[in-house]
T-cell receptor
Framework: NAGVTQTPKFQVLKTGQSMTLQCAQD?????MSWYRQDPGMGLRLIHY???????DQGEVPNGYNVSRSTTEDFPLRLLSAAPSQTSVYFC???????????FGSGTRLTVV | EDQVTQSPEALRLQEGESSSLNCSYT??????LFWYRQDPGKGPEFLFT???AGEEKEKERLKATLTKKESFLHITAPKPEDSATYLC????????????FGIGTKLQVIP
């Protein structure tokens, strides 16, 4: 089992470009989340989903969109990339609220 | 405002030198506390969940404890492979995904 798979691992974008970060899981967990990790700051929640068809905003949702059409996939879309979105992005899954996450290996994004 | 503070920011130990990492929190309602390990260039790896004051969990050389205001991650006789950043996160009352992460403690264990 792969667990949580994120693609791509690295990406460089120009300001204003759009792209989609992919997250796929084979753990059959209902809860999926996107976090960003920046130096000197804790992981911050961008968007999350409690099941197919259900999504909600986290702490820092501006500039990002999500959708969840299947249990397995939870893509994160950057609508118009900005340098402030340079970060490492992690997808995380869990079976329920009270359980710890299983994280993907991350996508390192640089916006120039 | 809910806050999670980890100390020290960085810790350098000799192999076999036991120590503790601290995670203190000021939150409105705690449902649980998580510890993770993160290696460079990788996603965090789940270690423990603690739900109530007095609870303890152990895994190999690691033991996590919880009080009403803080949690400790005790590392007994560490080895170089224990070198990593250790993150704590608090699960708050009031709905799904109210999870606040600390910045982490970077541990280096020297042979």
């Amino acid at each position: 089992n792969a667990g949580v798979t994120q693609t791509p691992k690295f990406q460089v974008l120009k300001t204003g470009q759009s792209m989609t970060l992919q997250c796929a899981q084979d753990m059959n967990h209902e809860y999926m989340s996107w976090y960003r990790q920046d130096p000197g700051m804790g992981l911050r929640l961008i968007h999350y989903s409690v099941g197919a068809g259900i999504t909600d905003q986290g702490e820092v949702p501006n500039g990002y969109n999500v959708s969840r059409s299947t249990t397995e996939d939870f893509p994160l879309r950057l609508l118009s990339a900005a340098p402030s979105q340079t970060s490492v992005y992690f997808c995380a899954v869990s079976p329920s609220t009270n359980y710890g996450y299983t994280f993907g290996s991350g996508t390192r994004l640089t916006v120039v | 405002e809910d806050q999670v503070t980890q100390s020290p920011e960085a810790l350098r130990l000799q192999e076999g030198e036991s120590s503790s990492l601290n995670c203190s929190y000021t939150v409105s309602g705690l449902r649980g506390l998580f510890w993770y390990r993160q290696d460079p260039g990788k996603g965090p790896e789940f270690l423990f969940t603690l739900y109530s004051a007095g609870e303890e969990k152990e895994k190999e050389r690691l033991k996590a404890t919880l009080t009403k205001k803080e949690s400790f991650l005790h590392i007994t006789a560490p080895k170089p492979e224990d070198s990593a950043t250790y993150l704590c996160a608090v699960l708050l009352s009031g709905g799904y995904q109210k999870v606040t992460f600390g910045i982490g403690t970077k541990l280096q264990v020297i042979p």
